[in-house]
């Protein structure tokens, strides 16, 4: 299975400020997604991430308030954008090596806007 | 989207009892993952499914898809203390798109 490395771990943050959060994979993939995990609550998919292309957004979320970068086949950024006490989350990354593999996720960024 | 439904919500067992839990959807699904979420961490992948009707185990889980895909259960035997977490089943829905429930936190009572 893929390790993945995500940073940072946690964060306290003042509304309305940015933060970016990387995503490093040990070995190279098609395709990287970002989850957001309110409190006590389950995943839900913010966007898909290609490599060379947009990423693909998910109803509910738009690229100004979560800009995502690509720039190769082990590496990605979210970027929460202008943030408010409701992007309170965990957000992680994900990945899939292939069919019998399922998804690979990191460890997560607990964020805390305040 | 496509929701699955995971029951129960919570369990409260003591230890050594078995668990069993599963997961429901209105819609076929062509894979069943089934996770472990520990405080502070990622989900961690259990189990996978992906023929309807299959049986796996991996150790004391043991986990079963649906024969109408629609469907999956996940069972622990001999519980321990360090099964306890939240258990999320998913789903695969489209290209790699991946759905989860809501979620099942275990505690166990020593």
Redesign the interface.
Known sequence: ?AV?S?KPSRDICQRGTSLTIQCQVDSQVT?M?WYRQQPG?????IA?ANQGSEATY??GFVIDKFPISRPNLTFSTLTVSNMSPEDSSIY?C?V?LG??????????T?LTVV | ?QQLNQSPQSMFIQEGEDVSMNCTSSSIFNTW?WYKQDP??????LI?L?KAGELTSNGRLTAQFGITRKDSFLNISASIPSDVGIY?C?GFQGA????????TRLTINP
């Open positions: 299975s993945i995500q395709m997604f609550q389950s995943l839900t998919l898909t998910e109803s992680l994900s899939v069919q019998g593999y399922g998804y690979t996720f990191g460890s997560g607990r | 989207g993952l502070g961490e990622g989900p961690v992948l996978a992906y999320f998913a790699q798109k991946l759905v989860f429930g809501q979620g």
